[in-house]
Nanobody, 124 residues
Framework: QVQVVESGGGLVQAGGSLRLSCAAS????????MGWFRQAPGKEREFVAA????????YYADSVKGRFTISRDNAKNTVSLQMNSLKPEDTAVYYC?????????????????WGQGTQVTVSS
């Protein structure tokens, strides 16, 4: 089992940058594919980015491709999301998640462990 805790959210102007971090417990962090999702008020939780166990494969939603970068450090049990060129429509609560298996990285149902989320607000 793994516990994940997000940090790094905040208020930023459009065009700015933020870096989200996710710290995971446990000695087997490298076994878990990791993902970032977000949920805006009144909307469903949606996929943002994901990364394979080794970090060799990354996946992005079309809406963030070219602006966001996901990375992980298995030695430090952390996964990060660098967000650049932020837009007001990026405003949401961002969640870090870990999956035990090897299911599709794009779906919430694939993930077994979730953090509490961190708020990102982008002002226009």
């Amino acid at each position: 089992q793994v516990q994940v805790v997000e940090s790094g959210g905040g208020l930023v102007q459009a065009g700015g940058s933020l870096r989200l971090s996710c710290a995971a417990s446990g000695r087997t962090f490298s076994r878990y594919p990791m993902g970032w999702f977000r949920q805006a008020p009144g909307k469903e939780r949606e996929f943002v980015a994901a990364i394979s166990r080794s970090g060799g494969y990354t996946y992005y939603a079309d809406s963030v491709k070219g602006r966001f970068t996901i990375s992980r450090d298995n030695a430090k049990n952390t996964v990060s999301l660098q967000m650049n060129s932020l837009k007001p429509e990026d405003t949401a609560v961002y969640y870090c998640a870990a999956q035990q298996g090897s299911s599709s990285p794009y779906y919430t149902e694939s993930y077994d462990y979730w953090g509490q989320g961190t708020q990102v607000t982008v002002s226009s």
